[in-house]
């Protein structure tokens, strides 16, 4: 009988089978993909629900791909190129949220760009989560020079049910790192 979380095995490469660290890190890239791909869905529909239809359809774009990024790695492309995909693609999405959002103050945006170097360190090592370390630095600084200089951009959405959104997105963010931090723990 197979186990529930079997079907993941189906997208890990046969090279990465007879090594303990490289399966670990492709197993962990499928869970990963596919629960980010499950929560940028979930936050399209909140963007729907706040009349955010731009935001939203950058969300769509973004669960296609987070939900393709396993079959590709099933096809043979390789995991340090999908990784990347992966993280540039959370980095796309924060500069876009904080750009919807009016700006870097909000606590909305600040969680996804933890998640860079994080998930570069758990999915590639020290040398990729520094990479994403200063990518990260980079988007934060300029974007908190707007603020600085006192540069804002417009919201772009209905404000009046902004409670509820923060609400759930920053309970979704939470609860992502804390199952993508879970996965990584029982692949060790």
């Not at 303990?20 to 940028?40: D, G, M, P, Y």
């Not at 998930?119 to 300029?142: E, P």
């Amino acid at each position: 009988m197979k186990k529930p979380g079997d079907w993941i095995l189906a997208f890990i490469p046969a090279t990465a089978y007879g090594q303990r660290e490289s399966f670990r890190q492709h197993k962990f890239f499928v869970v990963a993909s596919f629960i980010t791909c499950l929560f940028a869905l979930g936050y399209c529909c909140m963007s729907i629900y706040i009349s955010g239809y731009l935001f939203a359809g950058a969300m769509i774009v973004s669960v296609a791909l987070f939900f393709i990024l396993p079959f590709l790695l099933r096809a043979g492309i390789r995991l340090e190129i999908l990784a990347n995909i992966f993280m540039g693609t959370i980095a796309v999405v924060y500069v876009l949220l904080i750009y919807w959002e009016g700006g870097i103050r909000t606590a909305n945006v600040a969680p996804w760009i933890v998640l860079l170097p994080a998930l570069g360190m758990l999915l590639q090592g020290r040398r990729t989560a520094l990479l994403w370390l200063f990518i990260a630095l980079i988007i934060v600084g300029v974007y908190s020079s707007f603020y600085f200089r006192r540069i804002h951009f417009d919201i772009k959405f209905d404000t009046s049910k902004d409670p509820l959104f923060s609400l759930l997105s920053l309970s979704g963010i939470v609860a992502i790192v804390y199952f993508i931090i879970s996965v990584f723990e029982r692949g060790k």
